[in-house]
């Protein structure tokens, strides 16, 4: 089983600014991988970032970047240079299987707000 | 493909009303899931299927819910009968096995309110 955890309700961030969002997940998996899910107002999920556990390497796509501390079971998401369509609910999420078949568990979720 | 399709997009009923959501999966996906989102609880995993099978259904709240999946172009998830609290938005997203959830794909959800 995995638990992930938000501990930040709400955050806040001027356009073109950076920001950090946490999470941190537990899992008795060796082999397991999080994500990073966005959730705009129009309710559709969108993955935004994946990074591979067994991966030193932490992953970056574009502005999105994620900074991936395994022995604390730390994966928090930075947003450089905040755009006003960043604005949305940011989901952390876990995810242990193999290629059978496994599952996502997801965190609270942050709202983000994003100011001109 | 359209995308994991989910109807009706809105649904309101009354208590002790059944209500019945509906899934079409992406073609060629052998995972299917259901969600439940709230404020209070964020997004809850209901039950998982592969391959048409139920592997966790762990996450059902309740013996008034339901889930099939007779054949892997379509699921319900049903609930008999409904309360206030069971109102929230229900996702369902279907994925390929081998994409480890970076391959979720994700239903535009259904909004259930029970009054």
């Known amino acids: 089983a995995q638990t992930v955890t938000q501990s930040q309700p709400e955050m806040s961030v001027q356009e073109a600014e950076t920001v950090t969002l946490s999470c941190t997940y537990d899992t008795s998996e060796s082999d397991y991988y999080l994500f990073w899910y966005k959730q705009p107002p129009s309710r559709q999920m969108i993955l935004v970032i994946r990074?591979?556990?067994?991966?030193?390497q932490n992953a970056t796509e574009n502005r999105f970047s994620v900074n991936f501390q395994k022995a604390a079971k730390s994966f928090s998401l930075k947003i450089s240079d905040s755009q006003l369509g960043d604005a949305a609910m940011y989901f952390c999420?876990?995810?242990?299987?193999?290629?059978?078949?496994?599952?996502?568990?997801f965190g609270q979720g942050t709202i983000l707000t994003v100011h001109p | 493909d359209a995308g994991v399709i989910q109807s009706p997009r809105h649904e309101v009923t009354e208590m002790g009303q059944e209500v019945t959501l509906r899934c079409k999966p992406i073609s060629g996906h052998n995972s299917l899931f259901w969600y439940r989102q709230t404020m209070m609880r964020g997004l809850e995993l209901l039950i998982y299927?592969?391959?048409?099978?139920?592997?966790?259904d762990s996450g059902m709240p309740e013996d008034r819910f339901s889930a099939k999946m007779p054949n892997a172009s379509f699921s319900t998830l049903k609930i008999q009968p409904s309360e206030p609290r069971d109102s929230a938005v229900y996702f369902c997203a279907s994925s390929l096995n081998r994409d480890r959830g970076g391959g979720y794909t994700f239903g535009s959800g259904t909004r259930l309110t029970v009054v």
């Open positions: 299927f592969n391959n048409n099978v139920p592997i966790d």
């Open positions: 990074q591979e556990a067994y991966k030193q």
């Open positions: 999420a876990a995810y242990a299987g193999g290629t059978s078949y496994g599952k996502l568990t």
